[in-house]
């Protein structure tokens, strides 16, 4: 029975497995091999070596990531707390319009976000300013915070709705104000989805390499 049950284990998971070695494996191998071959496919250390040039833009990258992650979280935070509190008749709405953004491509919300804010865009043509605001370290964290805060408070929205409703009751009933009964009930109990978010937030932000790139050049 245990090797009848082991067999049909296998069977199960060999689609699994195939679709693992075809788009984790394989791809990662070949990175590899691109990593120390030359156009010709000779071995070498070249393309390693020279990544050298670009510390600086990969600090720039972690840099302008941490900040965009740290204040996504400090507005999302908050949001989600509110949506959760809120009327669940309510909530569906709230989350279908935090998400609505996002059924836009993310190209065309790039490009939609520097029309906005262009030397001639619409923020300096409504306020008759003349500010350069494109291309500066500013204009790319709050393209990220507008892009990614989305993936911030799903998660938090989703372990704070959770928490069983009577805590801030037994908070209140054991002397807590609303801010005790926030800092030490809610937040500690909503921990896993602040970390959730912050590594849905900062992974994609981070990896805007080129935009940062474009900045420091």
């Not at 284990?9 to 497995?17: E, L, N, R, T, V």
């Not at 393309?47 to 999302?76: P, Q, R």
């Amino acid at each position: 029975m245990k090797k009848k049950k082991s067999f049909m284990s296998s069977i199960a998971a060999a689609p699994h497995i195939f679709w693992a070695i075809l788009f984790i494996v394989l791809p990662l191998i070949m990175i590899i091999g691109y990593a120390f071959t030359d156009p010709e496919g000779v071995f070498t250390f070249d393309n390693v070596t020279e990544l050298k040039d670009y510390v600086s833009i990969f600090g720039l990258s972690i840099e302008l990531s941490v900040i965009a992650t740290f204040i996504c979280l400090i507005i999302g935070y908050p949001l989600a707390y509110i949506i959760a509190r809120s009327n669940p008749k309510h909530q569906k709405i709230y989350i279908m319009l935090l998400m609505l953004p996002m059924w836009t491509n993310l190209l065309i919300r790039t490009y939609s976000i520097m029309a906005l804010l262009d030397d001639g865009g619409f923020i300096n043509t409504l306020f008759n300013t003349n500010f350069h605001i494109v291309g500066t370290k500013g204009a790319v964290i709050f393209g990220m915070v507008y892009d990614f805060l989305p993936y911030m408070v799903l998660p938090i929205y989703t372990c704070v709705s959770k928490i069983d409703k009577h805590m801030w009751e037994v908070a209140s009933d054991l002397g807590c104000n609303t801010f005790q009964t926030l800092t030490k009930v809610i937040l500690p109990l909503s921990l896993s989805g602040i970390i959730s978010g912050v590594t849905m937030v900062f992974v994609p932000s981070i990896s805007t390499f080129y935009i940062s790139y474009k900045i420091y050049s």
